[in-house]
């Protein structure tokens, strides 16, 4: 069974930081792209960061989280993390991570047909 779990999620303080880990199993996640995706409350999905399949060191950020989020990957622990710096109030959301077998994350990586999704995990930035 393919399966994507993302773990890592909480309450934090505005100015704060989270580490959100995506581990894949039944699956090597190097072969993928890997996007993650947040919805917040009333909201539609938005895309958030891409990392590419092996071969390629891509990424991409959505403009409201560039220079705060940081997307990596740890073949090793088949593991894809978003680092989340300097959280804002309006970074609440539930946050998914989503892949694709072999692409690449070039110009609009969040309209991609990902087929593997898990099942989110929960960020709320508040005092």
């Known amino acids: 069974q393919l399966q994507l779990v993302e773990s890592g999620g909480g309450l934090v303080q505005p100015g704060g930081s989270l580490r959100l880990s995506c581990a894949a199993s039944?699956?090597?996640?190097?072969?993928?792209?890997v996007g993650w995706f947040r919805r917040a409350p009333g909201k539609e999905r938005e895309g958030v960061s891409c990392i590419s399949s092996s071969g390629s060191s891509k990424t991409n950020y959505a403009e409201s989280v560039q220079g705060r989020f940081t997307i990596s990957r740890d073949n090793a622990k088949n593991t894809v993390y978003l680092q989340m710096n300097s959280l804002k109030p309006e970074d609440t959301a539930v946050y998914y991570c989503?892949?694709?077998?072999?692409?690449?994350?070039?110009?609009?990586?969040?309209?991609?047909?990902?087929?593997?999704w898990g099942q989110g995990t929960q960020v709320t930035v508040s005092s």
């Open positions: 989503a892949a694709i077998p072999g692409a690449i994350c070039s110009k609009y990586p969040y309209l991609y047909e990902y087929n593997i």
């Open positions: 039944g699956f090597t996640l190097d072969y993928y792209a």
